[in-house]
């Protein structure tokens, strides 16, 4: 082959994501079952993970449907064994589960004297510390944890890799969500220590940290009922320097960028942002 010459084919990889059945990752599993890989689906919700599976074996791909609980070692080991049994050891992790909750979001993006204190009003100072620890363990423990249990499979393994996924609110906090971004921070750190630790293993640990994407999963906090921009979103428009919000698929380019070794073999330890340009936007 001409060295110039780049395609993507991942025939003979198996690839397990978690969160797999969520709305960015399972197009990522759409991607790598239409390149050739063994795709593992791995979710919370069953159904979604083995619906997702099976749409992906009946489009001519292999795939399969794994419950697992990322916050639960014993749920992890109990799925490492289902796929190491089924398609055998992992060559691609793409740590995909994590997401928000209510409990650890303030009703303020600044702190108000007025209504501190106020029946309703949920300020810093009066979030949930089991909520707090709960989001901050979804997205950073559930990245942890897998990384130990699946991360055995790559080690001197050619092409092996583990992906995870950032967060603008890695590279700034974002208002009424602290823990989130927190553990998004963490996480974009963490994927640099990996990097460091796995380099002489063979494996290449790298982020992903999508921008804003509209998606049915949350429009109802974008877009008013009538189409027009929520209050939150004309702020992000105003500070995306491209002015709209990214498309799902213009996320998988980079994806494949980075898993191919072919493509990114001396890339390891970074955080790569799709985000029409938010990150580098100082605001004036």
């Not at 395609?7 to 239409?34: E, I, P, Q």
């Not at 055995?152 to 009424?176: R, V, W, Y």
Request: hydrophobic content about 45%; some cysteine.
């Amino acid at each position: 082959m001409n060295r110039y010459d780049y395609t993507y084919d991942f025939h003979g990889k198996v690839a397990v994501v978690t969160g797999g059945a969520g709305v960015l990752c399972s197009d990522f599993c759409r991607l790598l079952a239409h390149h050739g890989a063994k795709v593992a689906v791995l979710d919370l919700f069953e159904d979604k993970a083995k619906a997702l599976a099976a749409e992906l074996v009946a489009a001519g791909g292999e795939a399969m449907g794994v419950k697992v609980n990322v916050l639960e070692r014993q749920s992890i080991e109990t799925a490492h064994e289902t796929v190491l049994a089924a398609f055998g050891p992992c060559d691609i992790l793409i740590n995909g589960a994590g997401g928000n909750n209510p409990r650890a979001t303030t009703d303020d993006e600044f702190f108000d004297a007025i209504k501190f204190g106020q029946p309703g009003h949920k300020s810093f100072f009066d979030l949930d510390p089991d909520g707090f620890a709960f989001v901050f363990g979804l997205n950073f423990t559930g990245t942890l944890i897998p990384t130990q249990v699946f991360a055995k499979d790559l080690i001197g393994k050619t092409g092996s890799t583990i992906l995870n996924i950032s967060s603008m609110n890695a590279f700034k906090p974002l208002t009424k969500i602290p823990a989130y971004s927190a553990a998004k921070a963490a996480i974009s750190n963490f994927t640099q220590w990996l990097a460091v630790y796995f380099a002489k293993s063979g494996v290449r640990v790298n982020a992903i940290a999508p921008g804003f994407f509209s998606t049915q999963q949350n429009a109802a906090l974008l877009w008013n009922a009538d189409g027009t921009p929520t209050a939150r979103t004309a702020k992000i428009l105003n500070n995306t320097p491209m002015g709209r919000m990214g498309e799902p698929d213009e996320l998988l380019g980079t994806l494949l960028w980075l898993l191919d070794a072919k493509s990114s073999g001396f890339v390891t330890g970074i955080v790569v942002p799709v985000d029409g340009g938010f990150s580098a936007y100082s605001g004036v």
